[in-house]
């Protein structure tokens, strides 16, 4: 399999240390002192399958695998393989994974090929492991990705000739769930909810729309809310579409004639008490009307 890799300048002696120290103490450290310079492009890899082998990562990207540093999207509960530098196990000397979770502290990954000894430090999500033992697969897999997995994983190798390494910008998505529904007289409400990122929606045919509504929640999602009326125009249909990384969606709402479907509460309140009065009138005249009736029979 070909990932992207590079040399570093800095000294393996540096890794080695820090495998050192971790191994002593036992302690929660960040590791950052084994951050590398890398490379400042980007370039956007979109995920389509599920636990992605390292054949068909090559097949399929082998363009973006030229890069250091990856920006890669991928679907909330699906699975994802990231893949280190390919080195030959006979060169090896370290492995070091290092995730940087929004919020969390540091968690690291190691295995040390002279003692084939593996270690961690402030690793707690056990939905992240080696895809299987470091001796055999030095790869990472996240079974499945959840919201709280974007962040920043890298994979650090220690060779005699230099250190390689391979970077990613993971970036979750959260599918938004779409509603569409007629809240008055020819005026229709679209809503993309809890969606990550924020969905964009547009109208067919285009009415006359109030200014699109975001609201962010805690956990990176946003509920986007569009709404337009129709009232001088003739459309008898209309469409709201949804655009987002996840896929776009379409729904269509019929609407009305224009007679009024549904209103204010205090609007429908002042009807009913109209057409109570209005009975209660006709009730009064009527029963009027029958008692002087029976006084003019009597006399």
Same mark, same amino acid.
């Given at each position: 399999?070909?990932?992207?890799?590079?040399?570093?300048?800095?000294?393996?002696?540096?890794?080695?240390?820090?495998?050192?120290?971790?191994?002593?103490?036992?302690?929660?450290?960040?590791?950052?002192?084994?951050?590398?310079?890398?490379?400042?492009?980007?370039?956007?890899?979109?995920?389509?399958?599920?636990?992605?082998?390292?054949?068909?990562?090559?097949?399929? +990207?082998?363009?973006?695998?030229?890069?250091?540093?990856?920006?890669?999207?991928?679907?909330?509960?699906?699975?994802?393989?990231?893949?280190?530098?390919?080195?030959?196990?006979?060169?090896?000397?370290?492995?070091?994974?290092?995730?940087?979770?929004?919020?969390?502290?540091?968690?690291?990954?190691?295995?040390?090929?002279?003692?084939?000894?593996?270690?961690?430090?402030?690793?707690?999500?056990?939905?992240?492991?080696?895809?299987?033992?470091?001796?055999?697969?030095?790869?990472?897999?996240?079974?499945?990705?959840?919201?709280?997995?974007?962040?920043?994983?890298?994979?650090?190798?220690?060779?005699?000739?230099?250190?390689?390494?391979?970077?990613?910008?993971?970036?979750?998505?959260?599918?938004?769930?779409?509603?569409?529904?007629?809240?008055?007289?020819?005026?229709?409400?679209?809503?993309?909810?809890?969606?990550?990122?924020?969905?964009?929606?547009?109208?067919?045919?285009?009415?006359?729309?109030?200014?699109?509504?975001?609201?962010?929640?805690?956990?990176?999602?946003?509920?986007?809310?569009?709404?337009?009326?129709?009232?001088?125009?003739?459309?008898?249909?209309?469409?709201?579409?949804?655009? +987002?990384?996840?896929?776009?969606?379409?729904?269509?709402?019929?609407?009305?004639?224009?007679?009024?479907?549904?209103?204010?509460?205090?609007?429908?309140?002042?009807?009913?008490?109209?057409?109570?009065?209005?009975?209660?009138?006709?009730?009064?005249?009527?029963?009027?009307?029958?008692?002087?009736?029976?006084?003019?029979?009597?006399?």
């Amino acid at each position: 399999m070909l990932c992207p890799w590079r040399t570093a300048n800095l000294g393996l002696l540096l890794i080695l240390a820090v495998f050192l120290v971790a191994e002593a103490e036992g302690a929660a450290q960040s590791n950052n002192s084994l951050m590398l310079q890398t490379s400042k492009e980007n370039h956007t890899l979109a995920s389509n399958s599920l636990c992605m082998d390292e054949k068909q990562i090559t097949q399929n +990207h082998s363009k973006v695998l030229a890069e250091v540093n990856i920006s890669w999207p991928v679907q909330m509960a699906r699975n994802a393989v990231l893949c280190c530098p390919p080195i030959e196990f006979r060169n090896l000397i370290i492995i070091v994974w290092e995730i940087i979770l929004r919020g969390q502290p540091s968690c690291t990954k190691s295995y040390r090929k002279e003692t084939n000894e593996t270690k961690e430090t402030n690793c707690t999500d056990e939905r992240i492991t080696w895809v299987s033992t470091p001796d055999q697969n030095s790869d990472l897999q996240i079974c499945p990705v959840a919201i709280t997995h974007d962040g920043y994983y890298r994979c650090i190798m220690a060779t005699p000739d230099g250190n390689f390494h391979r970077g990613y910008h993971l970036q979750v998505l959260v599918t938004p769930e779409v509603t569409l529904f007629e809240s008055r007289n020819r005026t229709a409400v679209c809503e993309a909810v809890a969606g990550k990122p924020a969905a964009q929606i547009s109208w067919i045919p285009a009415g006359d729309c109030a200014p699109t509504e975001h609201e962010y929640w805690g956990n990176g999602t946003v509920t986007v809310e569009s709404m337009c009326h129709w009232g001088d125009n003739n459309a008898s249909t209309v469409t709201c579409h949804v655009s +987002h990384l996840t896929g776009n969606k379409s729904l269509y709402i019929k609407l009305n004639s224009g007679l009024r479907t549904s209103g204010s509460p205090a609007l429908d309140l002042l009807i009913i008490l109209y057409v109570k009065l209005s009975l209660f009138v006709v009730i009064l005249v009527t029963t009027g009307f029958v008692f002087f009736q029976r006084i003019n029979c009597v006399r």
